[in-house]
């Protein structure tokens, strides 16, 4: 299904409000969205304008906030496409590491090391498996490396200037 209107951010962000919680007054969504309470009454009528919000009165002080079908499509293409940006950029960063590692990687370096315990650690986990190289883990605390034929993919925030090292934020 093709996607239905653009929503900004700030729009976005009061969807996603209600969506966990229907009954909250406009102050509780202003605070909970960042933003002032004038600016989330305008985008509530905004978004019950557009067809993404429904609202029902339960009495004088109390109201009811539905989120439409539009709401919860648009909140899924938004979500399949955060996902989607999220797995490029993954698959963007072991590329990058692969390919420093097969500028680095030679018989000099035959041995691989991944210094860290982290989710970049697994992204140079994975480009290791993927060009089918032996590799073995240390963590942070462990700095007893043995840098004879040692390549390191330091995917620790401290950058360590030796030739055989392969600084992974640093190439982020």
């Known amino acids: 299904m093709e996607h239905i209107k653009k929503l900004?951010?700030?729009?976005y962000k009061v969807i996603d409000i209600l969506n966990e919680d229907n009954r909250l007054t406009q102050r509780h969504?202003?605070?909970?969205?960042g933003i002032s309470l004038g600016l989330t009454n305008i985008i509530i009528r905004r978004l019950v304008k557009k067809g993404f919000v429904k609202i029902k009165n339960m009495d004088k002080k109390r109201i009811l906030y539905h989120l439409t079908p539009k709401a919860l499509?648009?909140?899924s293409y938004r979500t399949y496409h955060y996902f989607e940006r999220t797995v490029k950029d993954?698959?963007?960063i072991r590329d990058k590491i692969q390919s420093e590692i097969m500028k680095k990687y030679s018989s000099d370096l035959n041995s691989l090391v991944i210094l860290g315990d982290n989710e970049i650690s697994e992204i140079a986990i994975w480009a290791a498996q993927e060009l089918k190289l032996k590799y073995r883990i240390m963590e942070n605390g462990d700095k007893q490396i043995n840098v004879e034929g040692v390549l390191v993919i330091n995917c620790e925030r401290v950058f360590i200037n030796k030739k055989n090292y392969i600084n992974?934020?640093?190439m982020l």
């Open 73 to 75: 499509i648009e909140k």
């Open 168 to 170: 992974v934020f640093k």
């Open 29 to 33: 969504i202003a605070k909970k969205a």
């Open 8 to 11: 900004d951010d700030s729009e």
């Open 90 to 92: 993954i698959v963007k």
